[in-house]
């Protein structure tokens, strides 16, 4: 691992770095030993309550058809908030002013407002203008608010990705003969989406988190909701039951970036050639902190 | 040819995420098929143990015994019950929308909800009381509450009692469930846990928790429970009689004794119908 | 209409919501550009660190995060940080929970950051024999930082609105009273577009500065 910051180690920089190593393993060491103890002293470890885990009725009952509904509410948002999101951003760099402003308008409101109101409103519209059934309308209300707040982020990650590449991809583009709509759809967008990869996808791992946003308020019974009823059944195992709903979500939300990131790397290797590739990170950062609300 | 590729990648996505969909909507139907034609939906708390819990064996609790009852009153078998689980903060909307014929669910017969919605009952008089560990000795009364470190549910009616009244200078930590409280319990971070004693019954008779806790028996506030229906519904005449012979054939005692039992809990006799205690 | 709003203190609440964000904001800047720099760094330890630590922490909802502060830290662990009071405690450890979770989206923004800043310069740097931690802070970051100015306004912003979880250990915030009022009025949507425009009111103007300061700043190249 070699890096422009700093220059090749040598023997003494290595040693110090073995010396830090074992610092700091034993500092960990000691620090997970306290943690355990004090779990252990509060009863916090008793097999009564981590056995429900073991066994398979709590992942039927509780666990399982609540994940169901996290991967379902997310994978409907990211399906559409996607390509929402490319429209958009494409509409904010339009050269007609009517096209411009009111998407700009609309990103910007939709990114204000947070997303448990979004989808109390989304709750409450369906109630009233549609004739979504009371089962379904959970979903729906959680989808809405999650698409129009994610579509608009996600159309500023767009936006950015397609301003930050070489102004002679256009140039070019236009020289070769292509209208303002091909330049778009097959130059810039293609090369964008990719640089933008990164920052995309932590917006969906975004997104899985904040379908459990559906959960605190509207009774959509995804993973996090169905923590509630499970440690009120199992003897109030609240930190055994946060735990395992956490690893889940880490497993879940791991295995997304890391399919994204071998995604990128097949995207980029054919690339070489054309010079025209972002570096991934210089426009990588415009994830948003998982808005919890 | 990038393109391609781009496109290539998106129908795979969006090729999960279709049969993601596809396998929840198939799970879904299956739970209607039995029970022949009419259902009533009704709702009920998901996470009251006592009072309306989700088991893997189905729904148990006061609660969704006394609908169960009145639902057969009604006319509906219990495969024709259709739970819902209704939040506190949701539970007025949810009967003004029709999602649900009724609600069993802690549900307190308070002057401002019956602006918004009817009330059949009072089934059960319930009160603001304390949950203390067994061996607790210094908490005898309210006042003793002050100083004392106090948890019950984010923004609740009990913890704003608390707050304003009983003891305002109790350490009052909020969380949003009673099973986080009585964790904090357990480990002695925490002194007491207050909500109405129905509630706490419930926790207390948990097998788990056999012999752990205790009540205070403070009856510091009067929550009369009803079963809400939407605002002029003719459900409320129903409901009310089917109440009455719950409590005339001693379904009501029997249920009070399965669910609270274990506790120690004194429960109120049941309450006259329309007799709503302040 | 908005009689219901009488007897509640909104500014306060919103105002305990201003000082969450600040505090954790300015948090959370700090540790979030120290993982970057491990990140970033010579020692491989700390790389692995900072690595795990922004994937663990990045991939675990938020409400989840601070309710082990307070469960896990305070309740079992008995790190009460320094106070008595519940009131104290639980806005010290939402504090505590905002920066832990705020800063690896911080940390992933400043490591683009540096990747934005030409090679010559740290190249130039350390020709001139400067170590690591001069290269990093006399030449790179502070390139970097006006570069991420942008990003780290989305990151603020979302913190601004991330601070409503604290309500599920009880601190008064904003998101608290409206669950309060919402159990004693009965009034959602109302309610609701209230506490909304209250949002609004803070992170537009958060949004539109950061904006005109980030172009401001800006690195011409």
């Not at chain 2, 209607?32 to 309306?52: M, R, T, V």
């Not at chain 2, 607790?136 to 470190?149: A, G, R, V």
Request: glycine letters at 8%; proline letters at 4%; aromatic letters at 8%.
């Amino acid at each position: 691992m070699t890096s422009v910051l700093y220059d090749a180690q040598g023997p003494r920089a290595k040693r110090r770095n073995v010396l830090y190593t074992v610092v700091f393993l034993v500092a960990l060491a000691a620090l997970l030993w306290w943690v355990y103890k004090s779990l252990d002293d509060k009863g916090q470890l008793d097999w009564e309550k981590w056995k429900p885990f073991v066994g398979s009725e709590a992942w039927t009952t509780y666990i399982l058809p609540g994940l169901k509904n996290t991967l379902i509410a997310a994978a409907l948002s990211m399906v559409i908030a996607l390509p929402l999101g490319a429209v958009f951003g494409i509409a904010r760099l339009s050269d007609h002013a009517w096209i411009r402003v009111p998407a700009a308008v609309v990103v910007e409101f939709f990114r204000a407002i947070p997303v448990l109101i979004l989808m109390i409103f989304g709750n409450a519209l369906f109630a009233q203008y549609s004739n979504v059934t009371s089962d379904d309308r959970p979903l729906y209300a959680v989808v809405t608010g999650l698409v129009l707040y994610n579509a608009s982020v996600l159309a500023e990650i767009v936006r950015a990705g397609i301003l930050a590449l070489p102004k002679g991809q256009t140039e070019a583009a236009h020289a070769i003969g292509l209208r303002k709509t091909q330049t778009m759809t097959s130059i810039l967008l293609p090369q964008a989406v990719t640089a933008m990869l990164p920052a995309i996808v932590s917006q969906l791992v975004v997104i899985v988190k904040d379908t459990a946003l559906g959960g605190a308020i509207l009774t959509f019974p995804e993973l996090l909701a169905a923590v509630s009823p499970m440690s009120s059944y199992y003897g109030a195992n609240v930190i055994a039951s946060f735990t395992v709903v956490a690893v889940i979500y880490v497993v879940l939300n791991f295995s997304l970036t890391s399919f994204a990131s071998w995604l990128e790397q097949r995207l980029r290797r054919g690339k070489k050639s054309t010079g025209a590739v972002l570096a991934p990170a210089a426009v990588g950062g415009t994830e948003s902190a998982g808005t919890v609300v | 040819m990038k393109l391609r590729k781009v496109t290539a990648a998106s129908a795979v996505v969006l090729a999960l995420a279709l049969s993601a969909t596809a396998c929840g909507s198939n799970d879904k139907k299956d739970g209607g098929a039995s029970g022949g034609g009419k259902k009533i939906a009704i709702g009920i708390k998901f996470d009251q143990p006592g009072l309306g819990q989700k088991t893997p064996q189905g729904y148990s609790g006061f609660d969704v015994d006394v609908a169960k009852y009145v639902a057969k009153k009604l006319g509906y078998n219990e495969d024709q019950i259709e739970w819902k689980e209704s939040k506190s903060a949701d539970r007025e909307t949810m009967l003004q929308r029709g999602d649900v014929e009724f609600i069993a669910a802690t549900y307190s017969i308070t002057p401002e909800r019956e602006k918004k919605v009817d009330f059949a009952g009072p089934y059960l008089l319930a009160h603001q009381d304390v949950l203390l560990r067994a061996d607790e000795t210094s908490i005898k009364s309210p006042s003793d509450l002050n100083n004392k470190k106090l948890c019950s549910v984010t923004g609740s009616t009990s913890a704003q009692n608390v707050h304003d009244k009983l003891a305002p200078k109790a350490n009052l930590q909020q969380y949003p469930t009673y099973s986080a409280c009585l964790s904090g319990l357990q480990n002695k971070a925490i002194d007491a846990l207050t909500t109405d004693d129905s509630i706490l019954a419930g926790y207390a008779s948990q097998a788990q928790f056999k012999g752990k806790f205790k009540l205070g028996g403070f009856k510091m506030t009067n929550e009369n429970y009803g079963i809400g229906v939407k605002k002029g519904s003719d459900l409320k005449a129903k409901i009310n009689k089917a109440l009455e012979e719950m409590v005339a054939d001693g379904s009501w005692q029997k249920a009070v004794a399965a669910n609270f039992g274990p506790a120690g809990y004194k429960n109120e006799p049941a309450p006259k119908i329309g007799d709503v205690k302040s | 209409m908005f009689d219901f709003l009488e007897g509640y203190d909104l500014l306060g609440a919103f105002w305990v919501t201003v000082q969450l964000t600040l505090l954790s904001a300015a948090g959370s800047l700090v540790w979030g550009t120290l993982l970057a720099a491990m990140r970033v760094g010579p020692v491989p330890l700390m790389r692995g660190f900072g690595t795990v630590y922004v994937n663990v922490v990045r991939n675990i909802p938020l409400t989840v995060i601070i309710l082990f502060a307070s469960l896990g830290l305070s309740q079992t662990l008995n790190i009460n940080l320094g106070a008595q009071a519940f009131d104290t405690i639980n806005f010290r450890l939402a504090v505590l929970g905002l920066v832990a979770y705020t800063s690896a989206f911080v940390c992933e923004a400043i490591r683009s950051g540096i990747n934005t800043v030409p090679v010559g310069q740290a190249e130039a740097a350390r020709a001139l024999g400067l170590s690591f931690t001069q290269v990093l802070t006399l030449v790179v970051l502070p390139q970097a930082f006006r570069s991420v100015v942008g990003p780290l306004t989305n990151v603020l912003i979302a913190l601004t609105k991330n601070t409503t979880v604290a309500a599920a250990i009880g601190v008064a915030e904003a998101a608290l009273l409206m669950k309060k009022m919402i159990e004693n009025e009965a009034e959602l949507l109302l309610i609701s577009a209230v506490f909304a425009f209250g949002f609004v009111c803070l992170t537009l103007p958060t949004g539109l500065i950061l904006g005109w300061v980030g172009k401001k700043v800006a690195v011409k190249r």
